[in-house]
């Protein structure tokens, strides 16, 4: 790494890589990068060597090692190191509705699983609801070596009230490492309710878990700054460690059928004060839900390069001859031409499908937050140094216009053939 008249070691740009997307010129807080030819360029004698360029670029096409100081774990005075001995253990919330657990809740078993065989401690199904039988014993089937129940007739419906009192009491009966929720609409109610409840910290809407094994810490990844940076965020000094992880970032756990174990039911103590009730539920005037894009296994997504309502048909052609359903990034939803229930992305839906057709999606981190999980992506684009073509397994250079008819009759073709 090169260094400037000062001394300073400076961030340097790779031409070839650079997109021209202007976000490393945006976050310099000193204002040493141009743009010249639709590349950046950065001042040396200018640039402080801050490396925000380095951590914002969507593309790695900055140069720049970051100096990593070494840094002394913070202990919180008069709290003894071995403070955290009585909590073991890898929970997860099991999110209940209308008697069936929510998806994301056999998505976030899976990935307890391999956490706890790398912490070498047990994985542990929290549920709290009423009727909960067959779903303890699902959770078993999953993989929990623990099963932990509150099942009362008051928690027939949710309400964050009860629910948060019934999972609070459940986690500090069981004193878990680390506590996983669905980040749905439920789960980020409720996991604000226990953070709070239990004294401990929360990060939302996480794309990425992993264990620092030494320091037994759990390294959450979320993307920070309006999705222009991945964080890693931990919580060093209170327990349970706590994350919200959205649908569809994990694939489900292998559920072995028939598998047994320990399920353990605990009373509900009904908060102190007035209990609220429910008197009935009313649907919106269209009596729908609307499209969950999330549960295809097959997507059509299209970008701002293919935003043109005349090719939908031949989209939706292209979905139906896979199986799917047609999706689309964030500029299509601001151009009025899809609904925000469409949406993949940081701000929309994350998606893992089986197969993933990203067609004129230019592949801003934005958008890869929403469907890195996607077990085969073929890209569809005309600029061959577009980053979509960087996360993908097949990628197609041309104009959609050209290449799409011809995937369509390519699987015509192979359909006819079976």
């Known amino acids: 790494m090169s260094q400037n008249s000062k001394g300073i070691d400076v961030a340097a740009i790779i031409p070839d890589r650079c997109i ?10 000193v204002g040493a990068i141009e743009m010249s030819g639709g590349v950046a360029r950065i001042d040396p004698e200018v ?9 914002v670029c969507p593309v790695e096409a900055v140069s720049f090692e970051p100096k990593r100081p070494q840094e002394t774990p913070q202990r919180i005075p008069g709290v003894p190191e071995d403070r955290f001995s009585e909590y073991r253990g890898v929970a997860v919330f099991i999110e209940v509705v209308h008697g069936q657990a929510a998806p994301v809740s ?7 699983r391999e956490l706890s065989r790398r912490l070498g401690t047990v994985m542990i199904a929290l549920i709290a609801g009423h009727g909960l039988k067959d779903v303890a014993a699902e959770a078993l089937e999953y993989g929990c070596d623990e099963v932990h129940v509150i099942d009362d007739a008051l928690l027939g419906s949710y309400l964050s009230r009860l629910y948060g009192k ?14 996983l929720m669905g980040a749905t609409a439920l789960g980020r109610d409720l996991a604000s309710v226990v953070a709070t409840n239990v004294e401990t910290g929360l990060t939302a809407d996480c794309t990425g878990l992993d264990i620092d094994e030494e320091k037994r810490l759990l390294l959450m990844t979320r993307p920070a700054f309006g999705g222009n940076i991945m964080a890693t965020i931990f919580c060093e000094n209170h327990r349970p460690q706590m994350s919200t992880v959205r ?3 994990f694939r489900a756990g292998e559920k ?5 174990g320990a399920v353990h039911h605990h009373p509900f103590v009904p908060p102190v004060g007035e209990v609220p009730e429910i008197l009935d539920f009313i649907r919106d005037s269209t009596g729908e839900t609307g499209l969950d894009i999330g549960r295809f296994p ?21 979905a139906d001859l896979i199986g799917g359903v047609v999706a689309c990034s964030r500029p299509v939803v601001e151009a009025g031409f899809m609904p925000y229930e469409r ?3 940081q701000t929309g839906k994350t998606v893992a499908p089986k197969l993933y057709f990203a067609i004129g999606v230019s592949g801003a981190v934005q958008h890869l937050v929403g469907m890195q999980g996607s077990r085969r992506i073929v890209a569809i684009n005309s600029d061959p140094h577009a980053p979509i073509f960087g996360v993908s397994d097949t990628g197609l250079i041309g104009d959609y216009r050209d290449v799409v008819p011809l995937v369509i009759k390519g699987l015509r073709k192979a359909v006819s053939k079976r």
């Open 343 to 345: 949406q993949v992305g």
């Open 166 to 179: 019934a999972v609070t009491d459940l986690a500090n009966i069981v004193k878990p490492e680390v506590l």
């Open 247 to 249: 649908p569809g970032v």
């Open 298 to 318: 097959a997507l059509v997504v299209v970008g701002k390069g293919a935003c043109d309502p005349e090719s939908m048909p031949m989209f939706q052609e292209l």
């Open 256 to 260: 072995m059928v028939g598998r047994t």
């Open 20 to 29: 021209g997307c202007q976000i490393c010129a945006g976050e310099c807080p």
């Open 47 to 55: 640039c402080i060597g801050c490396g925000k360029c380095f951590e």
């Open 106 to 112: 056999w998505e976030l078993a899976g990935k307890a």
